[in-house]
């Protein structure tokens, strides 16, 4: 049963473009989400994350939106940049489990220049 | 870099045998969890230490057990190693079990043969 999932497993952007990366679960415990970026041979690096009580939040070129009606976050991207391809991590922890992380399955994000 | 240091990177070893990966959080970060990766089952949760002491357990096997010593550093044990543990095992840390985001060790890839 996966409560955080990523449908889309690649997406290709034009550099100077958005990328828009989606991510849905199913727990309605959830109230943390995170989204992590990863490189080959390396661990998750976080990225931005977003409380449930919020429904925005930035970080310079980054952008996550929850819609928690929906149960659906995603991450914008702008200017999409070469340095960003990598792949992307949907995860989200709720207070009644010790934080531990949930993770989708990832997105494989490639900008090309 | 994270701060979250994993030790070995790799680890080629042979089914049945016993090993040892070790894991040094961030400074100041009093919990600690562990992950694994595997080409089937993405990034699980396997189990999280806080300042000594267990806190939750995910997808964790009976064959796998973990500790955290008084200077903060984690090892994971996996013995009686099985062809299917054969993954990415990630560690990482916070500054404690409320804590939000957590921060990810490089990893250490065990190849089991």
């Known amino acids: 049963d996966q409560q955080v999932k990523q449908n889309s497993p690649s997406l290709s952007v034009q550099e100077g473009r958005i990328s828009i990366l989606n991510c849905d679960y199913t727990n309605s415990m959830f109230d943390y989400f995170l989204w992590y970026k990863k490189y080959p041979a390396e661990g998750p690096t976080f990225l931005i994350s977003?409380?449930?009580?919020?429904d925005k939040n930035e970080d310079g070129r980054f952008t996550v939106f929850l819609n928690k009606s929906a149960k659906h976050l995603s991450l914008h991207i702008v200017p999409s940049q070469p340095g960003d391809s990598a792949v992307y991590f949907c995860?989200?922890?709720?207070?009644?489990?010790?934080?531990?992380?949930?993770f989708g399955s990832g997105t494989q994000l490639t900008v090309l220049p | 870099d994270s701060g979250v240091t994993q030790t070995p990177k790799h680890l080629i070893t042979a089914t049945g045998q016993r090993v040892t990966l070790r894991c040094s959080p961030r400074?100041?970060?009093?919990?600690v969890y562990w992950y694994q990766q595997s080409l089937d089952q993405g990034l699980q949760f396997l189990i999280q230490y806080y300042n000594g002491e267990e806190r939750a357990k995910g997808n964790i096997l009976e064959r796998f057990s973990a500790q955290q010593f008084p200077d903060l550093h984690s090892e994971l044990n996996l013995s009686s190693l099985e062809l299917g543990d054969s993954a990415l095992y990630f560690c990482a840390s916070s500054v404690a079990t409320w804590a939000n985001e957590q921060f990810f060790g490089p990893g250490t890839r065990l190849t089991v043969l």
């Open positions: 995860a989200a922890s709720s207070s009644g489990s010790a934080r531990q992380l949930t």
């Open positions: 977003i409380s449930s009580i919020k």
């Open positions: 400074s100041g970060d009093l919990s």
